[in-house]
């Protein structure tokens, strides 16, 4: 296919922290709140004079300090943050906003706290811890609203002067629905038989859209969707198309690996995807606006975190329906190596969407930097895939 | 008569192998790998096409690629991975065969075959060199001695001492102390061996092994390993009558056969 007009542009963005964007919106004398865990009510960063970017460590090499600091047994997105941070990666924040969907995070940014690993221009510069909920109900509604009010909302309005009205609330989520709707557009073309966007292409997109200042990155998005609906597909075709499941995925080297193994990703559901983290927020009139915004981050939450039994069964039940709405013929379990919540979400998702949903299912573990096994990986996959085109071929006989 | 090619490029050795159009092993080798899979390649399929009578590759009607360095096979039509071609290496060679453990220079596989040679299911493990060809290498280097050499040794073995270290690295200083302390080197070995069958075990559970398994790979050949197995994992190691090193390349020329006669036709 032709290149898209702005791809190179997006993948430069999602190949450092500190990309353009995050520099020229700095530069608007902008305060960047940075933060680390999908739970996180993104609109609360948009807030005019504000912006928020979720942080990332691309291309990491060794981790020697952070494992030093946190020992080699704990998840390896979490050490390769700090080894970043360390690094002087994230001295563009203002503040960073580590809610306790993991412990590992949690120890992340306590040791990034402990040992000044972000020297930050800002003499304001803070950190926030806040809890999140573990239960879908209003309970935990109720809660995540007190936790964003004094964590986020108070902070920056105390430190920074940024307003935090229901009406600039609002104005917030109109923005950040603007984005997602984009994303939601552009990824409707992976429906195709023949898609006009690959799967990586898509990865890198979205991710640009959790690591960038949302409304710098309009105009791109809304050129690229009018692109997609004349770009001339590749003719020839995939031998598999796969659903990506799992735990923070913010590599989409991982995405084009799956791809150069012939198949093609068609949907994703990982933290750093389009699903859900880019499912728009309705608001309604007569409620206030930050519990409307906790209540869909509450309810629409398909984090592993989550342990009522109803929200288990409805993670399994989601994968299923996205498999179904996007033609998937596989799905593709994956978790960072000791991730503690995604190592029972993958045994019993995979286990439960190959025995009780009747998919395909690879399961694996893989690190956080795909390159430090991709041969590896790459037997697993185009094993998988080959399984499942000898069984589409099956089926057609 | 037409020929099809399988070359697989391991980690540590490469393999190729020719069949004819009925399927017959015409020609096999086997080389240390080269630091360039193309260049393990090359040699692999000089020997094996002058082997079979034949000029170059361009005289097989379709070769496939597979192993470590699949797609830097010269010439090949197409790359299969090793796990598809190993479940039907060994299904052409038997096809009793449901469970297949392959265990190759730098990972271990299980793998499930279906009734027609394709992959059920597969396990991989590959979190470091403990318990394959890497693995075995250090070890016998440790008790300076060949590899068939160090195969048979545990053989010998009257009792077992435990090898408590999982890391390639650290089991070979655990080693090296129990020589210098005097202790068997039989005895050593046989625990050496236990160690490899048992991390084993979780391979042959997922290629749903029941009463039995087929080793496949280079330690296939280890006799020491085939008997900790069937008395640890009690398990009857299947004796395959084509080389089980050679069953990713079989596997693979198999596959060429098939794809090159539905091409024919």
Same mark, same amino acid.
């Given at each position: 296919?032709?290149?898209?007009?702005?791809?190179?542009?997006?993948?430069?963005?999602?190949?450092?922290?500190?990309?353009?964007?995050?520099?020229?919106?700095?530069?608007?004398?902008?305060?960047?709140?940075?933060?680390?865990c999908?739970?996180?009510?993104?609109?609360?960063?948009?807030?005019?004079?504000?912006?928020?970017?979720?942080?990332?460590?691309p291309?990491?090499?060794?981790?020697?300090?952070?494992?030093?600091? =946190?020992t080699?047994?704990?998840?390896?997105?979490?050490?390769?943050?700090?080894?970043?941070?360390?690094?002087?990666?994230?001295?563009?924040?203002?503040?960073?906003?580590?809610? @306790?969907? &993991?412990?590992?995070?949690?120890? &992340?940014?306590?040791?990034?706290?402990?040992?000044?690993?972000?020297?930050?221009?800002?003499?304001?510069?803070?950190?926030?811890?806040?809890?999140?909920? =573990?239960?879908?109900?209003?309970?935990?509604?109720a809660?995540?609203?007190?936790?964003c009010?004094?964590?986020?909302?108070?902070?920056?309005n105390?430190?920074y002067?940024?307003?935090?009205?229901?009406?600039?609330?609002?104005?917030?989520?109109?923005?950040?629905?603007?984005? &997602? @709707?984009?994303?939601?557009?552009?990824?409707?073309?992976?429906?195709?038989?023949?898609?006009?966007?690959?799967?990586?292409?898509?990865?890198?997109?979205?991710l640009?859209t959790y690591?960038?200042?949302?409304?710098?990155?309009?105009?791109?998005?809304?050129?690229?969707?009018?692109?997609?609906?004349?770009?001339?597909?590749?003719?020839?075709?995939?031998?598999?198309?796969?659903?990506?499941?799992?735990?923070e995925?913010?590599?989409?080297?991982?995405?084009?690996l799956?791809?150069?193994?012939?198949?093609?990703?068609?949907?994703?559901?990982? &933290?750093f995807?389009?699903?859900?983290?880019?499912?728009?927020?309705?608001?309604?009139?007569?409620?206030?606006?930050?519990?409307?915004?906790?209540?869909?981050?509450t309810?629409?939450?398909?984090?592993?975190?989550?342990?009522? =039994?109803?929200?288990?069964?409805?993670?399994?039940?989601?994968?299923?329906?996205?498999?179904?709405?996007?033609?998937?013929?596989?799905?593709?379990?994956n978790?960072?190596?000791?991730?503690?919540?995604?190592?029972?979400?993958?045994?019993?998702?995979?286990?439960?969407?190959?025995?009780?949903?009747?998919?395909?299912?690879?399961?694996v573990?893989?690190?956080?930097?795909?390159?430090?096994?991709?041969?590896?990986m790459?037997?697993?996959v185009?094993?998988?895939?080959?399984?499942?085109?000898?069984?589409?071929?099956?089926e057609?006989? | 008569?037409?020929y099809?090619?399988?070359?697989?490029?391991?980690? #540590?050795?490469?393999?190729?192998?020719?069949?004819?159009?009925?399927?017959?092993?015409?020609s096999?080798?086997?080389?240390?790998?080269?630091?360039?899979?193309?260049?393990?390649a090359?040699?692999?399929?000089?020997?094996?096409?002058?082997?079979?009578?034949?000029?170059? !590759?361009?005289?097989?009607?379709?070769?496939?690629?597979?192993?470590?360095?699949?797609?830097?096979?010269?010439?090949?039509?197409?790359?299969?991975?090793?796990?598809?071609?190993?479940?039907?290496?060994v299904?052409?060679?038997?096809?009793?065969?449901?469970?297949?453990?392959?265990?190759g220079?730098?990972?271990? %596989?299980?793998?499930?075959?279906?009734?027609?040679? #394709?992959?059920k299911?597969f396990a991989?493990?590959?979190?470091?060199?403990?318990?394959?060809?890497?693995?075995?290498e250090?070890? !016998?280097?440790?008790?300076?001695?060949?590899?068939?050499?160090?195969?048979?040794?545990?053989l010998k073995?009257?009792?077992?001492?435990?090898?408590?270290a999982?890391? #390639?690295v650290?089991?070979?200083?655990?080693?090296?102390?129990?020589?210098?302390?005097?202790?068997?080197?039989?005895?050593?070995?046989?625990?050496?061996?236990?160690?490899? !069958?048992?991390?084993?075990?979780?391979?042959?559970?997922?290629?749903?092994?029941?009463?039995?398994?087929?080793? #496949?790979?280079?330690?296939?050949?280890?006799?020491?390993?085939k008997a900790?197995?069937?008395?640890?994992?009690?398990?009857?190691?299947?004796e395959? %009558?084509?080389?089980?090193?050679?069953?990713?390349?079989?596997?693979?020329?198999?596959?060429?056969?098939?794809?090159?006669?539905?091409?024919?036709?």
């Amino acid at each position: 296919m032709r290149d898209l007009k702005h791809f190179l542009f997006f993948e430069e963005l999602v190949c450092s922290s500190n990309n353009d964007l995050v520099r020229k919106a700095k530069e608007q004398g902008r305060v960047c709140a940075a933060f680390v865990c999908e739970n996180t009510p993104e609109p609360l960063f948009n807030l005019k004079g504000c912006f928020g970017v979720r942080l990332t460590a691309p291309n990491t090499g060794s981790t020697d300090i952070a494992n030093y600091y =946190m020992t080699s047994l704990l998840c390896e997105t979490s050490r390769a943050l700090l080894e970043r941070a360390i690094e002087g990666g994230y001295n563009f924040a203002d503040c960073i906003i580590a809610p @306790d969907g &993991c412990t590992m995070m949690n120890r &992340c940014i306590e040791n990034m706290e402990l040992a000044r690993a972000v020297e930050s221009g800002s003499d304001a510069f803070f950190y926030e811890h806040m809890e999140i909920p =573990m239960k879908t109900d209003e309970n935990g509604v109720a809660l995540l609203v007190r936790q964003c009010r004094n964590h986020i909302l108070t902070p920056l309005n105390r430190t920074y002067g940024i307003d935090i009205s229901d009406e600039a609330m609002r104005e917030a989520v109109r923005s950040h629905n603007e984005v &997602c @709707d984009l994303i939601r557009q552009i990824g409707e073309f992976r429906k195709a038989d023949k898609p006009a966007i690959t799967g990586y292409e898509f990865s890198v997109i979205v991710l640009a859209t959790y690591v960038c200042p949302k409304d710098l990155l309009v105009e791109p998005l809304r050129e690229t969707l009018e692109e997609l609906k004349t770009r001339e597909p590749d003719e020839k075709g995939y031998r598999a198309r796969l659903l990506v499941v799992g735990a923070e995925m913010d590599d989409p080297e991982f995405i084009r690996l799956i791809e150069e193994c012939g198949a093609y990703v068609c949907a994703d559901r990982y &933290c750093f995807g389009s699903f859900p983290g880019r499912e728009p927020i309705e608001l309604t009139e007569g409620e206030d606006v930050l519990t409307q915004i906790c209540r869909h981050y509450t309810y629409q939450c398909q984090c592993p975190r989550q342990m009522n =039994m109803d929200k288990v069964y409805a993670r399994k039940a989601y994968v299923d329906a996205l498999a179904k709405e996007y033609g998937a013929d596989g799905i593709l379990y994956n978790q960072i190596k000791f991730c503690d919540p995604w190592a029972y979400e993958r045994v019993t998702g995979a286990a439960t969407l190959r025995e009780e949903y009747g998919y395909p299912v690879l399961s694996v573990d893989r690190p956080y930097n795909i390159h430090s096994s991709a041969g590896q990986m790459r037997t697993r996959v185009q094993a998988f895939v080959e399984s499942i085109e000898v069984k589409k071929l099956r089926e057609a006989r | 008569m037409k020929y099809f090619g399988g070359c697989d490029v391991g980690s #540590t050795y490469t393999k190729a192998v020719i069949l004819d159009e009925d399927g017959k092993l015409v020609s096999s080798t086997t080389i240390r790998s080269k630091i360039r899979s193309q260049e393990s390649a090359e040699l692999a399929m000089k020997e094996v096409l002058e082997a079979a009578g034949l000029h170059s !590759a361009e005289d097989l009607t379709y070769l496939i690629g597979t192993g470590y360095g699949r797609n830097k096979v010269p010439f090949a039509d197409e790359n299969i991975s090793e796990i598809s071609c190993h479940a039907m290496g060994v299904h052409v060679t038997d096809p009793a065969v449901k469970a297949v453990i392959d265990i190759g220079g730098q990972d271990v %596989k299980g793998i499930a075959v279906d009734t027609d040679g #394709t992959v059920k299911n597969f396990a991989l493990n590959d979190k470091c060199a403990a318990g394959t060809g890497r693995f075995y290498e250090a070890m !016998a280097r440790s008790f300076e001695m060949s590899l068939p050499e160090f195969s048979k040794l545990s053989l010998k073995a009257k009792n077992v001492i435990p090898i408590t270290a999982q890391c #390639t690295v650290f089991a070979e200083s655990e080693v090296i102390s129990l020589v210098g302390e005097g202790k068997p080197e039989e005895e050593i070995a046989a625990g050496i061996q236990m160690a490899v !069958a048992k991390r084993c075990f979780v391979m042959a559970k997922k290629a749903g092994a029941v009463d039995h398994v087929a080793l #496949t790979g280079g330690c296939a050949k280890n006799e020491g390993l085939k008997a900790a197995i069937e008395k640890v994992l009690k398990l009857k190691v299947v004796e395959l %009558k084509t080389d089980p090193q050679l069953m990713g390349a079989l596997g693979a020329a198999e596959y060429a056969r098939q794809k090159g006669m539905a091409k024919e036709r």
